[in-house]
């Protein structure tokens, strides 16, 4: 059975999310929102949480935070995108 993140799952007292598409940002933009994410949306947040815990089998909200956690970190500040963040989460969380 799929894992289903919620908002309420979030760490609304530590990270600060937009909730609406930042200005410009379309419902769907094509191939980027395939390759990238942008971490101050919380439904980009959300649905990469969700990928990343259903590929791994992870199913508890310390999951969930532990992702979000590593997603956040200073040395992953500058990488967008998707593949490269797996490849490091998996690292830095031992799913590799």
Known sequence: MAVVVKRSNLQKDKYKYIWNRDKG???YTGIQDKIRIDKDEGYEVLYFIEV????????YISDVHSIED???????SKIVMRDELI?????KLGRA
């Open 25 to 27: 940002d379309g419902e």
């Open 87 to 91: 490849s490091l989460l998996e690292i």
């Open 52 to 59: 990343f815990m259903n590929k791994h089998g992870m199913k």
């Open 70 to 76: 590593a997603l956040h970190l200073p040395s992953f």
